[in-house]
């Protein structure tokens, strides 16, 4: 069994009496981590008889706790509960009375945010974010077979290639193209299909709504509003450009999104096994994205990913921003890096306020002190590196 980074911040929040919301893309183990916990009651929207008693009467849970009749708050687990979210407000009840202590798991946050405030109860619900395994949780040495095959946890865990495409189709076909579909309540199923391989295909690239819009057919508004709903249920991350500086007039406000899994980004894109040394390459700026990203995450820090890029002049892949600190990173898909490929990092350096200089993420085995405030990390460090220069 892997342990999950989280899962020890999140047992000293349970064992103080805190209710916890975790929230995670399907598959990521969410299910696998609350079963570790001992709880009164166990209730599962995933099935649809349970999901329509609680549908018809989302009060049910207050009897249900009262005829437990416990002298302490009941412990309980809700699972899915986006797929009931007229629940939360009895769990807010139950909660507020001292009656019940919650572990509630979704897999996304679109109904919630529509229907339901999760702040409503500051101090009480402790938020936790899950996504497919991390390097720091589950060593690869095969980076090909991360970018490739992605790192959900059943998918890393099999050695078998003919069951990780199927795991990959099944995941694809019934999850993103179905209950996203019935989520979201799209109508218009040819186009979010077309759509969804199209944002595949040019994650991690300067998203352009109107330039899908035009190759899909669609309007610039549902091309956004598509995107929203990527977001909205987890299976994309929206990275917005930094955009303040003193010296450029130009720099790039469109945002990036990458896919939380590479596998699944592959499969929707409909790309085969043998990509090119160039789409390779942007698989591998990708990927590091993501590991940053589920860093920041599991470590529940206050820092958020963005990037860097006038047209003109340079760009910078990844900076980490942090108290209004910055960390840029260059990521490079070779183990040899050239002195022209610390350019743009230079001129970040000398713009913005970088406290440990910038890195340079790359396939090689050793650090290397490239200058005097700039690094190479090999890409299997980063967790240990990011560590050590304590980004808060």
């Given at each position: ?30 299910t ?35 005829a ?28 507020d009375?001292?009656?019940?202590q ?11 945010k ?47 290639i ?29 186009d ?26 669609l ?20 990275i ?31 790309e ?24 920041i ?17 340079a ?58 405030n ?14 050590e220069?304590?980004?808060?």
């Amino acid at each position: 069994m892997v342990k999950r980074i989280i899962f020890d911040s999140i047992q000293r929040m349970w064992s103080k009496g805190k209710s916890i919301l975790l929230l995670g893309p399907r598959q990521t183990g969410k299910t696998t981590l609350i079963n570790k916990f001992d709880v009164d009651l166990n209730i599962s929207f995933l099935s649809t008889r349970i999901r329509i008693d609680y549908e018809r009467n989302p009060d049910l849970i207050l009897k249900e706790v009262a005829a437990l009749k416990l002298k302490r708050p009941a412990r309980i687990i809700i699972d899915e509960v986006q797929k009931v979210p007229d629940i939360m407000d009895p769990i807010q009840k139950l909660i507020d009375d001292k009656k019940a202590q919650f572990f509630i798991t979704g897999s996304s946050a679109r109904k919630l945010k529509m229907q339901t405030d999760i702040n409503l109860l500051p101090g009480r619900v402790i938020y936790y974010r899950l996504d497919a395994f991390s390097i720091e949780e589950y060593k690869v040495n095969d980076i090909i077979d991360l970018l490739y095959y992605g790192s959900l946890p059943e998918i890393v865990l099999t050695d078998d290639i003919e069951l990780k495409d199927e795991l990959l189709r099944s995941y694809v076909e019934i999850y993103l193209e179905e209950e996203i579909r019935k989520e979201a309540q799209i109508r218009n199923i040819p186009d979010f299909y077309e759509f969804l391989e199209l944002a595949a295909q040019r994650a991690g690239e300067i998203t352009s709504y109107s330039g899908i819009a035009q190759d899909v057919g669609l309007s610039h508004v549902t091309v956004k509003s598509y995107y929203e709903i990527l977001e909205s249920t987890l299976i994309a991350d929206k990275i917005n450009p930094i955009i303040e500086s003193k010296k450029r007039k130009k720099l790039i406000r469109s945002p990036r999104y990458l896919f939380f899994d590479l596998g699944v980004r592959r499969y929707s894109a409909n790309e085969g096994l043998h990509l090119p040394k160039s789409l390779e390459g942007k698989v591998f700026e990708q990927f590091i994205g993501q590991e940053i990203i589920r860093y920041i995450r599991s470590n529940k820090l206050k820092s958020s990913l963005s990037f860097w890029q006038d047209p003109e002049v340079a760009d910078v892949d990844w900076v980490i921003v942090s108290s209004k600190k910055y960390y840029p990173i260059e990521v490079k898909y070779t183990d040899k890096i050239k002195t022209s490929d610390l350019k743009h990092l230079r001129n970040f350096i000398q713009e913005y306020d970088c406290p440990k200089g910038g890195m340079v993420i790359y396939t090689g085995r050793n650090r290397i002190l490239l200058e005097e405030n700039i690094i190479a990390i090999p890409w299997s460090q980063l967790p240990e590196y990011l560590d050590e220069i304590k980004i808060r």
